[in-house]
């Protein structure tokens, strides 16, 4: 029987960040998760280690993480994850604190959107990255709100406009509004890219268009 991980060990289980599970820690704690299973080494530079399926599901049984509470299209933004030093966090649009812009937001951003990558890789038995994977369709908005951002498109801030992803009560559908007609036809051939199937919706009360995404399975 495998032993369980040490306090130490669990302790940088716990605090990897909650969108990628990107783990920061000792070259002998990352390397004794790599050999339990529970974390892998990213094949390219930087060579981070992340989270494998089996460490997502040890952190979020441990600490109770919820995927998320639905709300309506226009609702508000969700209470941010990781505001933590030296974590990361999708912005999903609305959020009152954005955190710092610049080359190295950008660096974050890139470096989730490629561990992510290599979740799908790892996890999909025919070693495919152009659809979801399984821990998207349990953090649908995180996930989504990742997508956007690597691809270049801005979330909407206290004073800008831009994307705003929120959960519905659809089953693995989340909502996505941009500023205009324009910028939510890039969201939707973004989402697409990464493997969402995406539809165009007009709200009945506000008659505003949304897209409803939902991640791609085959």
């Known amino acids: 029987m495998t032993r369980p991980p040490t306090a130490a060990q669990r302790r940088v289980i716990d605090t990897a960040e909650p969108v990628t599970g990107r783990l920061r820690g000792t070259e002998a704690q990352l390397a004794a998760l790599v050999r339990r299973g529970l974390a892998f080494r990213h094949p390219r530079p930087p060579h981070d280690h992340f989270l494998t399926p089996a460490g997502h599901r040890m952190r979020e049984t441990e600490t109770g993480t919820e995927t998320g509470t639905a709300t309506g299209p226009t609702g508000a933004a969700p209470p941010r994850q990781g505001t933590g030093a030296g974590t990361f966090a999708a912005r999903v649009g609305g959020e009152e604190d954005t955190g710092?812009?610049?080359?190295?937001r950008a660096r974050e951003v890139h470096s989730a959107w490629e561990g992510l990558?290599?979740?799908?890789?790892?996890?999909h038995r025919?070693?495919?990255v152009d659809r979801p994977c399984g821990w998207e369709r349990t953090h649908l908005v995180q996930a989504a709100a990742l997508a956007l951002e690597a691809g270049g498109h801005r979330p909407a801030g206290p004073e800008t406009d831009g994307y705003r992803v929120r959960a519905t009560p659809q089953p693995e559908a989340v909502a996505v509004r941009g500023p205009d007609e324009a910028a939510l036809g890039a969201c939707a051939a973004t989402l697409e890219k990464a493997g969402w199937h995406v539809g165009e919706h007009t709200d009945p009360r506000t008659r505003a268009r949304y897209l409803l995404a939902s991640p791609r399975r085959v």
Do not use: I
């Open 117 to 123: 990558l290599e979740l799908r890789r790892m996890t």
């Open 100 to 104: 710092a812009d610049g080359p190295a």
């Open 126 to 128: 025919d070693g495919s």
